[in-house]
């Protein structure tokens, strides 16, 4: 499945070096990473995918391996392999899943905010299956859509987000594939089996938020089975939404892992 791309770069840069991939995490968008790329796209070539279900990208069912493969089919349409990938919480599983069933093409990789391992997403996985049961009004403006997501969201940055993903207007309807991310949550929450001995041996980089609890020392056997080259770097004053909450100092981890 080829996904909808946002591409930017530098007007007089060196394209020698490799892309740099930006991939956003469930209910996001490629223009969630807005800021980052157009400051790393000063120097680099970059582009910033919209996952399948979400965005402007097409709909269907979906697990990491799939999700990957997405990934890979496009940047390949863009001639933009190797690459470096930047992925945050369900985009940075799909990132690692693409470095460990594509090793070539992944130059470098930056994981914000997830392990590799089942966990994460409880709380996503009854939103999502609430939001695919609410029905649709025939109209929706945007305090409508504030007070009509409010009825199964009391947190107004989570409706913020999923306002994002909502046409307003006359015969309103979600712009990303619910039912599909609904239905493939128990996927989206765990991690596939992956082939005996698979292993991604470029610079990995962790990421943590120092107030999160998606990357837990129980899960650094696996970070270290898969990639043995990997760092681990904590952002003290972030939580899940590290480039949201701490956006210089993910600024800084960035530009440095990029030795920018």
Not at 124 to 136: D, K, N, T, V
Not at 149 to 164: F, H, N, S, T, Y
């Amino acid at each position: 499945m080829l996904l909808n791309t946002i591409e930017l770069g530098p007007e007089n840069g060196d394209l020698s070096q490799p892309p740099v991939v930006f991939l956003h995490g469930l209910f996001g968008r490629a223009r969630n990473f807005g800021f980052f790329q157009r400051r790393i796209a000063a120097n680099r070539r970059t582009l910033a995918l919209d996952l399948r279900n979400h965005g402007g990208s097409p709909h269907g069912p979906m697990d990491y391996p799939v999700l990957a493969a997405d990934v890979c089919e496009t940047l390949a349409a863009h001639d933009a392999l190797p690459a470096t990938v930047v992925g945050h919480s369900m985009g940075g599983k799909t990132a690692m899943m693409l470095a460990l069933s594509f090793p070539a093409e992944v130059h470098s990789l930056m994981v914000v905010d997830i392990a590799p391992g089942e966990g994460g997403f409880s709380q996503s996985h009854e939103l999502a299956r609430r939001l695919a049961g609410l029905p649709l009004p025939d109209f929706l403006d945007r305090a409508g859509a504030e007070a009509w997501l409010g009825q199964v969201i009391a947190e107004k940055p989570v409706r913020d987000l999923m306002l994002m993903n909502l046409d307003l207007g006359e015969k309103p309807r979600w712009t990303i594939g619910l039912k599909d991310i609904a239905a493939s949550m128990p996927a989206i929450i765990g991690w596939p089996d992956v082939l005996p001995g698979a292993r991604y041996d470029g610079p990995t980089l962790f990421v943590a938020g120092g107030r999160s609890h998606y990357i837990q020392p129980d899960n650094y056997p696996a970070m270290r089975r898969l990639f043995p080259h990997y760092r681990l770097e904590t952002i003290p004053d972030a939580g899940h939404w590290v480039h949201a909450q701490a956006p210089q100092a993910f600024l800084t981890a960035l530009e440095n892992f990029l030795q920018i």
